[in-house]
T-cell receptor, first 113, second 114 residues
Framework: AQSVTQLDSHVSVSEGTPVLLRCNYS??????LFWYVQHPNKGLQLLLK??????LVKGINGFEAEFKKSETSFHLTKPSAHMSDAAEYFC???????????FGKGTSLLVTP | NAGVTQTPKFQVLKTGQSMTLQCAQD?????MSWYRQDPGMGLRLIHY???????DQGEVPNGYNVSRSTTEDFPLRLLSAAPSQTSVYFC?????????????FGPGTRLTVL
């Protein structure tokens, strides 16, 4: 079964500095990978997705992620953090059937002034 | 489009009570699903449906029932609530079950079982 591991449960950055949220995946197929964001007491919003096209995926709000098969990684980055980026971020892999999403445990991003 | 809607937003139950969490989508999506979110656990799949009349179990189905009589609605029933079912519940849908498709999530229902 496909799974993801988010390597950091909490990340703290200063406003204006780069963001790196790390995710490794395990999959016996070419996976479909997603990053979702959840702001406090809100639902989940899709940031970006990888579905076997370009390995560098651009998403909303300046986020991007690079699919690296050799490293089985799908890290999320942003050049310059904004206060509004403070949220919980989930790396997600889809089962090959598409019937289930397997979520990582989440990374809480704190942005300090 | 309203997207995926859930009611109620908050609910408090006593152990042993039953209730139904409502979910509806107006995007004509074939696939709908229910997840629960617990601290430090991410989201875990409870049940899903690939079309009207078709449902199946996910990772954590015990204590929950679902049905899909229409394309739009996918209610989640708690038969006899237990404190372990205290959680935030999210309904989601996507156009088809394809793994390439984005899932759209509702705003969630926060359930407390005393």
């Amino acid at each position: 079964a496909q799974s993801v591991t988010q390597l950091d449960s909490h990340v703290s950055v200063s406003e204006g500095t780069p963001v790196l949220l790390r995710c490794n995946y395990s999959s016996s197929y070419s996976p479909s990978l997603f990053w979702y964001v959840q702001h406090p007491n809100k639902g989940l919003q899709l940031l970006l997705k990888y579905t076997s096209a370009a390995t560098l995926v651009k998403g909303i709000n300046g986020f991007e992620a690079e699919f690296k098969k050799s490293e089985t990684s799908f890290h999320l980055t942003k050049p310059s953090a904004h206060m509004s980026d403070a949220a919980e971020y989930f790396c997600v892999v889809s089962e090959n059937s598409g019937y289930a999403l397997n979520f990582g445990k989440g990374t809480s991003l704190l942005v300090t002034p | 489009n309203a997207g995926v809607t859930q009611t109620p937003k908050f609910q408090v139950l006593k152990t042993g009570q039953s209730m139904t969490l409502q979910c509806a989508q107006d995007m004509n999506h074939e696939y709908m699903s229910w997840y629960r979110q617990d601290p430090g656990m991410g989201l875990r799949l409870i049940h899903y449906s690939v079309g009207a009349g078709i449902t199946d179990q996910g990772e954590v189905p015990n204590g929950y029932n679902v049905s899909r009589s229409t394309t739009e609605d996918f209610p989640l029933r708690l038969l006899s609530a237990a404190p372990s079912q205290t959680s935030v519940y999210f309904c989601a849908s996507k156009y088809t079950p394809s793994s390439y498709n984005e899932q759209f999530f509702g705003p969630g229902t926060r359930l407390t079982v005393l």
